[in-house]
């Protein structure tokens, strides 16, 4: 196939961030798209604004800034798409922008990594200090743990880990995704189930995103090949109730549906920073979430039930990216 990337040549150039989670990712799905098309496909580094700077993630206006870089460099051209960690990218559309895919995806939970095999929240002492740069994680930490000292910690998976193995933390809290890709699931500790710790929306999926020119071309169907439409449909229901919420990727609310088939559980809860209350909302469904309307039906409910149990009057939602 010829002239398929916007560089006229028979490849595609896939724009990602040069972290060892990002790059696994980025490969991950580069080897998909050759594998169904048989178009090689070639990684982009970009260096975005959250790689270099410092201090906390929620200053900085959530994670959000790791998104900007890559989406900048793929309406310049600089290469064909760009893949993101879904629980990292604003719900606001991007002008000239548009997911095409969302491949299968990994686990959604978060866990506990800890300095001993099978450490547990439970089981660490009284005032221990946690690490997390999610004000989500932090509310949920002290809702469990109103004693522990959670405080902000900056870097990637492996630098995070080597912080807590040092002494300057006594646990941390990671999302399993990220782990797993990774090859490090040993340093997990305990595993937060879902009914009781739901996560970010959009955790452990990944989101592939070309220019909207490019959608009915080449580059567009060789992506769609790699969609997974249990994958998309799930994680799509949980930006669109973020969305309508008017809340950042960095908010304290945390929103999973999860199950198999068309039979899914969801569930949606908005916590004080403190993690003293929270308002939640859940959801069994057995409809089809692959249609776009069905999902904002959907999302309109659980928000306005969110909002009459006092959402807005516990979390400063709008104050974070969008």
Same mark, same amino acid.
């Given at each position: 196939?010829?002239?398929l990337g916007s560089a006229?040549?028979?490849? $595609? ?31 982009? @580094? ?19 800034? /790791?998104?900007?870089?890559?989406? @900048?460099?793929? +309406? ?17 559309? *991007? ?20 300095p001993v095999a099978g450490?547990? $929240?439970?089981? =660490? ?6 690490? &997390? ?5 932090? !509310?949920? =930490? ?5 004693d522990l000292q959670v ?9 995070? +880990? ?6 300057? *933390? ?21 595993? /937060? ?31 769609? =090949? ?24 960095? !908010? ?13 559980? /969801?569930?949606?809860?908005? *916590? ?9 909302? &859940? ?20 928000? !306005? @039930? ?17």
């Amino acid at each position: 196939m010829t002239e398929l990337g916007s560089a006229g040549g028979a490849s $595609l150039r896939l724009g990602t961030r040069a972290s060892l989670l990002a790059t696994t990712q980025s490969q991950h799905v580069a080897d998909a798209i050759t594998a169904a098309t048989g178009i090689p496909v070639v990684l982009v @580094e970009i260096t975005t604004d959250g790689d270099v700077l410092t201090g906390s993630l929620a200053q900085m206006g959530g994670t959000g800034v /790791f998104a900007t870089a890559l989406r @900048e460099a793929l +309406l310049r051209g600089d290469c064909d798409l760009v893949v993101h960690s879904m629980k990292d990218l604003p719900t606001a559309p *991007y002008p000239g922008l548009e997911i095409a895919a969302v491949p299968p995806r990994a686990p959604q939970r978060d866990v506990l990594c800890g300095p001993v095999a099978g450490a547990s $929240l439970d089981a =660490l002492p009284e005032g221990a200090v946690v690490g &997390t740069g999610s004000p989500r994680r932090v !509310a949920q =930490l002290l809702s469990r743990r109103p004693d522990l000292q959670v405080r902000d910690i900056r870097g990637n998976i492996d630098t995070r +880990l080597r912080k807590m193995r040092g002494g300057e *933390y006594d646990a941390i809290v990671l999302a399993e995704a990220g782990l797993r890709r990774i090859d490090r699931g040993s340093a997990i500790g305990e595993t /937060f189930g879902l009914d009781r710790w739901p996560t970010s929306a959009g955790q452990g999926a990944l989101a592939v995103e070309i220019r909207s020119g490019d959608a009915d071309g080449p580059i567009g169907r060789a992506v769609r =090949l790699i969609d997974d439409a249990e994958s998309a449909s799930r994680a799509l229901l949980e930006r669109a109730v973020l969305r309508r919420l008017e809340a950042g990727c960095a !908010a304290p609310v945390g929103i999973s549906a999860t199950g198999l088939g068309a039979d899914t559980t /969801f569930l949606a809860e908005v *916590y004080a920073p403190g993690g003293e209350r929270t308002v939640r909302a &859940t959801r069994s469904l057995s409809i089809d979430l692959a249609r776009a309307d069905e999902r904002e039906r959907i999302a309109a409910d659980v928000v !306005a @039930e969110l909002l009459d149990g006092g959402a807005a009057d516990i979390a400063d939602l709008p104050g974070t990216s969008r």
